[in-house]
Nanobody, 128 residues
Framework: QVRLVESGGGSVQAGGSLRVSCTVS????????MGWFRQVPGKERERVAA????????YYADSVAGRFTISRDNAKKPVYLQMSSLKTEDTGMYYC?????????????????????WGQGTQVTVSS
């Protein structure tokens, strides 16, 4: 059974930094994507970053490119989302998720429906 656990959320002032992490257990494949999504009440859950299981091929939403960094050393390590120059609009619940087994695809083909396993989320609040 695949299980994802997020940690590291919290409150920070605008312009600050925060790192969230996600540990994955029970996944026997090493060919899948991991993603970070965020959601605010009343809005769709959006993908902010994704990375292949081995730590290659990072993708970023335009709204976070240049400020957020997703990383992972290998398929046995946690995946991190380093968030810098945070803005109030970055506030939300951040979820970690994984796809089913799959090979590399372009970012446009890595929609939310590909992600099958989800963590419980960790809250990030950015204040002005």
């Amino acid at each position: 059974q695949v299980r994802l656990v997020e940690s590291g959320g919290g409150s920070v002032q605008a312009g600050g930094s925060l790192r969230v992490s996600c540990t994955v257990s029970g996944y026997t494949s090493t060919r899948y994507y991991m993603g970070w999504f965020r959601q605010v009440p009343g809005k769709e859950r959006e993908r902010v970053a994704a990375i292949y299981a081995d730590g290659d091929s990072p993708y970023y939403a335009d709204s976070v490119a240049g400020r957020f960094t997703i990383s992972r050393d290998n398929a046995k390590k946690p995946v991190y989302l380093q968030m810098s120059s945070l803005k109030t609009e970055d506030t939300g619940m951040y979820y970690c998720a994984t796809t089913g087994p799959m090979t590399w695809v372009p970012s446009a083909q890595l929609g939310r429906s590909r992600f099958l396993y989800w963590g419980q989320g960790t809250q990030v609040t950015v204040s002005s």
